[in-house]
């Protein structure tokens, strides 16, 4: 029932890309710590750079040898990019090989679900790197990514197995998707206001987190990388309570029954809408916005980890 | 007292309250998932409560074991509902008029708008004007003509955004307003079955039930008639042990069958359940009913199959109490020395360590009972409700009840007791645990959680935008085209949209 090897392969392949994603962590980090080592002669050149056009440099090759330096950096930023990329598509094929070993969608446990969560995330994140300007905090993505998959491949570790009678549906396929989607979008935004916290306190006070407040985005660019990426995880994130309902409904009798897992994406649903309400509410836009993204992040967090191997509630089987 | 009343309506309705109702609501339900609750298991409660002493009983007394009924949950959802309906009416009227008024008036300076550009084409106003139309089709517009001679567009787009936002928000007042109905007239009943078409349950009224919780407006009386039984169960587990398959054969009479005598047959499996008459049955759990025949000193016998309950999961070793009472004594006196209880445990497959059974797989492979047979007096007479998987063990503490044979059986196995009674394990019965359920309301939470996703869908990804043309003609037969933009709603990403709409409205480089 189960085809062994490609589930063999399907780990190795897992394995594979939590090494390539730490080497991509690797790489952002070296673009964090050295991009911008000093601010302003960086911007004082990149002004003229922007301005002119694209053949400036071979315009002026006196100072050929200095923009070789000071893309150094930013050559590994762009590697560490790269690597990503090269980590999402080998993340892929350990989903699809896992799935095929067991001929069902590859979300029936808890590392397989963390797996996809992280998967979703790594590609969100991808996709932001190509709007905005943030490539050079891929590693703070990466972390709690990396921290993920090192759990999952580890103490929560499951065997190929079938799926229990219980998990056999077509809801299945979709309302654990829609959790799975929006819980890695999630993540972005949880990153992304912790980051718009320290640069914002770095801007009321120069003192404050000196180092890491200065090479970090613009407070806009976080705040808009937060929100644009909440308002498309919120939808989906609703879509699966309500497909989670549906399927309630017809395996354990009602649609709502206020089991833990229901309870706390109860809470997390209410906090993501006090954000949107925050946003729409003088005194409350940027800082306490941002603190309630992280605490609606922590909430989904929670709900992974807590209710999972905590409490013993209809959900259990996630570990099984 | 009308300014009063005039600040508390306005106070309540605000954006800041509504947040920090959402803040208390989020806050309210957490005890919820951290406590045990008695509408999922109140044994765990009162298990919670004994544990924890005052603390405890204080919880208790503050209802954190029925968080969701609870007065302060209550008033925190009534509150934030009110708040609701505040502020939705005003913004109801505010978007009826939005509809009807034509687009705002051009800005004197376009140039000021947070999207701008300029450019002189080789066109005439009118062609301009008409391909800005065209440009622009798809958004409320419309033109004007300034004193000097300029020739505008007002153009919007993105109502809907306010649409989908208000039909989220009335589409929540609908599914919470439903779920009451459904709490009123709803009701859930438990019943376990005999899995070999020997029982026969019909949704008459409670007393057909182990469990029965009907909703504020239900009696019982008036239940969904129908009628089922179970032809048989079958189950199938992998070797590790892990479920693999679970289907109750049902046979059942919905309300025209129960006239005309017919019954229908369904395959009851967890994720299907039998829908008949706005009535739904579910396969909530299954177990085992060991078999005993007692053959008294007098040479009668007395069968029974009670289910006993599993009390571990995985292995399914159950436990129980078997109660006999002996036949043909009218003294009951002396009847209440004479009663039998076989209790103990039973394991469908035996794994022994010594004597001490265990259970190593829940399949029947070698169905093994390992039973105390208690004689004297159950209790059962004495009109006290007792559980039918313990016997009274007040009843063992007091001394009319004593032990008389302690044995492990296999199918066929036997003991016999020192007056010549004889108790035999005859063999294993399958039971399910069923449950019916019936909510009037519940589809209409379906259709509202529909109209949730779709208006917070619209009013998430539309954006309320705005687009002003001025177009001047200039002195050499050319025209100055002026376009600006301004998103209404923050973080709306109008750049690349505004981009490619102007260059359209000039149409393209000149």
Excluded at chain 1, 1 to 20: H, I, K, Q
Excluded at chain 1, 231 to 247: D, L, M, N, R, S
Excluded at chain 2, 99 to 112: A, D, E, F, M
Excluded at chain 2, 200 to 224: A, I, K, M
Aim: proline content about 4%; aromatic content about 10%; hydrophobic content about 45%.
């Amino acid at each position: 029932m189960v085809n062994e090897t490609l589930a063999r392969f399907g780990d190795w392949t897992y394995g594979a890309t939590v090494v390539v994603y730490v080497f991509a962590m690797a790489f952002a980090l070296i673009e964090q710590a050295f991009g911008k080592a000093k601010p302003r002669r960086a911007v004082a050149r990149q002004l003229a750079t922007v301005g002119g056009p694209s053949t400036s440099v071979e315009e002026v090759p006196a100072v050929e040898a200095r923009p070789a330096e000071r893309t150094r950096s930013e050559r590994f930023g762009r590697m560490g990019a790269a690597l990503m990329v090269l980590g999402a598509l080998l993340h892929f094929t350990s989903l699809v090989l896992r799935g095929l070993a067991v001929g069902r969608v590859p979300w029936g446990n808890m590392y397989e679900y963390m797996s996809a969560v992280s998967l979703v995330a790594v590609v969100t994140w991808i996709v932001l790197m190509k709007k905005f300007p943030v490539r050079r905090l891929s590693a703070f993505v990466l972390l709690p990514i990396v921290i993920l998959m090192f759990l999952g491949g580890t103490v929560l570790y499951s065997e190929a197995a079938p799926l229990q009678p219980a998990l056999r549906s077509y809801w299945l396929i979709v309302h654990v998707a829609a959790a799975i989607i929006a819980s890695g979008l999630f993540l972005v935004p949880g990153v992304a206001s912790v980051l718009y916290l320290i640069r914002n306190r770095y801007d009321h006070d120069q003192a404050k987190f000196v180092r890491l407040g200065e090479r970090l985005p613009g407070a806009d660019v976080l705040d808009r990388v937060a929100y644009r990426t909440t308002i498309i995880a919120f939808p989906i994130f609703t879509f699966g309570v309500i497909c989670g309902g549906i399927w309630a409904e017809a395996a354990w009798g009602r649609f709502w029954g206020w089991d833990p897992k229901e309870t706390v994406a109860f809470v997390a649903w209410v906090i993501y809408a006090a954000y949107l309400h925050s946003r729409a509410t003088a005194g409350w836009r940027g800082g306490k916005a941002a603190w309630i993204n992280i605490l609606g992040f922590a909430a989904t967090v929670f709900n992974l980890f807590f209710v999972n191997l905590v409490t013993v509630g209809l959900h259990s089987y996630a570990n099984g | 007292m009308v300014p009063f009343l005039r600040n508390t309506w306005r106070g309540l309705t605000s954006m800041r309250t509504a947040l920090i109702l959402l803040f208390l609501l989020a806050l309210a339900a957490l005890p919820g998932a951290l406590l045990p609750q008695r509408t999922l298991n109140a044994n765990k409660v009162a298990d919670y409560i004994a544990e924890h002493g005052w603390w405890g009983r204080l919880l208790d007394r503050l209802q954190f074991f029925n968080v969701y009924a609870s007065v302060w949950f209550s008033a925190i959802y009534i509150l934030l509902m009110i708040s609701l309906v505040g502020c939705l009416l005003p913004r109801t009227l505010e978007y009826a008029r939005a509809l009807r008024t034509k687009p705002v008036l051009t800005p004197r300076n376009l140039s000021r708008m947070p999207h701008h550009s300029e450019s002189t084409v080789d066109k005439t106003p009118d062609e301009v004007i008409a391909q800005a139309t065209r440009a622009l089709s798809g958004w409320r517009k419309t033109e004007r003509e300034e004193e000097n001679g300029a020739r505008t567009i007002s153009a919007e787009r993105g109502y809907l955004r306010e649409t989908g936002n208000l039909v989220f928000h009335f589409a929540m007042l609908g599914l919470i307003i439903a779920l009451a109905v459904g709490k009123l007239f709803g009701y859930e009943g438990q019943v376990i079955v005999k899995a070999d078409g020997s029982q026969e349950f019909c949704n008459s009224g409670v007393l057909g039930y182990d469990s029965f919780q009907p909703g504020l407006r239900v009696d019982g009386t008036d239940l969904t008639p129908f009628c089922l039984k179970v032809a048989s169960f079958d189950v199938n587990f992998l070797p590790t042990g892990q479920p693999d398959l679970f289907r109750a054969n049902l046979e059942y009479q919905s309300e025209k069958d129960l006239d005309t005598g017919t019954w229908q047959t369904y395959g009851l499996e967890v994720n299907s359940p039998l829908r008949t008459d706005g009535d739904r049955v579910y396969l909530l759990g299954h177990g085992y009913a060991p078999v005993f025949t007692v053959t008294f000193p007098n040479g009668e016998k007395r069968t029974m199959d009670t289910q006993w309950r599993p009390v571990d999961q995985v292995t399914f070793l159950s436990e129980g109490a078997t109660k006999f009472d002996p036949p043909g004594i009218t003294d009951s006196e002396e009847r209440r020395t004479k009663q039998i209880a076989v209790t103990g445990v039973f394991a469908p497959t035996a794994q022994l360590h010594g004597s001490l059974l265990n259970s190593s797989f829940p399949d029947l492979r070698d169905p093994m009972v390992a039973v105390d047979v208690m004689r004297g007096d159950l209790g059962i007479d004495n009109g006290r409700g007792q559980s039918i998987f313990t016997i009274d063990q007040s009843m063992v503490d007091d001394g009319r009840l004593k032990r008389v044979a302690r044995e492990n059986l296999s199918v066929g196995g036997e003991v016999k007791l020192d007056d010549g009674t004889v108790v035999r394990f005859d063999g294993v019965k399958r039971w399910v645990y069923l449950q019916v359920s019936h909510d009037p309301a519940q589809v209409w939470v379906l259709v509202f959680a529909i109209a949730i996703i779709l208006g917070i869908g619209a009013s998430l990804i539309i954006k309320r935008r705005r687009l002003w043309v001025r177009v001047v003609p200039a002195a050499d037969g050319r025209t100055v085209v002026e376009v600006g933009g301004l998103a209404r709603t923050d973080q709306a990403g109008y750049g690349e949209e505004f981009e490619r709409l102007s260059g359209a409205v000039t149409g393209g480089k000149n």
